[in-house]
């Protein structure tokens, strides 16, 4: 079936690198997706990556994509407390269907 | 451009009773959702909708119903809420793929700020 698995709590130091890893089981996926939500608001598209890629930088954002283990992931440089959030991984599968993980709760310490 | 907005904010039912969750978007996006979002389990989809008059059951869509009656409108209805559905509840909304602007090329999905409801 269609699953998109991440590790629930991610903690780090301010100015440290971040890595949030998520694997994913439908091949057939076309876009993956790093969203992120900050405390009572809804999710905000953060990156994205189109399936035949399998890298895209932006700014302190990195995106690795190995498809052949149906692995993501999101590397965020310099991390800041404002950073701290969580994270969901996404696959957009067939027509319309965005298939969600359960979201990387990241906690930057001062 | 307020983007998705859903009224209410909060919410606190006893069993058995019914309410309605508003969402709105001023983007003219043809597709709509209701997901909803409980610890551990990432946004499980409710119920879609990919234009006016038209809705479908998404991953858990017992014990709610929708309308989409107006483009711009989405509703879920509860009709005899259940402890079960204590969650927060999030819309949102896009473009078809490859249509409207760049960003609907990817298909983002735009959400709304969600409805904490709690079911006694």
């Known amino acids: 079936g269609e699953d998109v698995e991440q590790s629930l709590f991610l903690s780090v130091r301010e100015g440290d690198s971040s890595v949030i890893n998520c694997t994913y089981t439908d091949s057939s996926s076309t876009y993956l997706y790093w969203y992120k939500q900050e405390p009572g608001a809804g999710l905000q598209l953060l990156t994205y990556?189109?399936?035949?890629?399998d890298m895209k930088q932006d700014q302190r954002l990195t995106v690795l994509l190995n498809k052949k283990d149906k692995h993501l992931s999101l590397r965020i440089a310099d991390t800041q407390t404002g950073d701290s959030a969580i994270y969901f991984c996404?696959?957009?599968?067939?027509?319309?269907?965005?298939?969600f993980g359960a979201g990387t709760r990241l906690f930057v310490k001062a | 451009n307020a983007g998705v907005t859903q009224t209410p904010k909060f919410r606190v039912l006893k069993t058995g009773q019914s309410m309605t969750l508003l969402c709105a978007q001023d983007m003219n996006h043809e597709y709509m959702y209701w997901y909803r979002q409980d610890p551990g389990m990432g946004l499980r989809l409710i119920h879609y909708?990919?234009?006016?008059?038209?809705?479908a059951k998404g991953e858990v869509p017992d014990g709610y119903n929708v309308s989409r009656l107006k483009k711009q409108n989405f509703l879920l209805g509860l009709e005899s809420a259940a402890p079960s559905q204590t969650s927060v509840y999030f819309c949102a909304s896009n473009h078809p793929l490859g249509q409207g602007t760049d960003r609907a090329s990817y298909n983002e999905q735009f959400f709304g700020p969600g409805t904490r409801l709690t079911v006694l």
């Open positions: 909708s990919v234009g006016e008059g038209t809705t």
């Open positions: 996404a696959e957009r599968i067939g027509g319309f269907k965005t298939i």
């Open positions: 990556i189109f399936s035949n890629m």
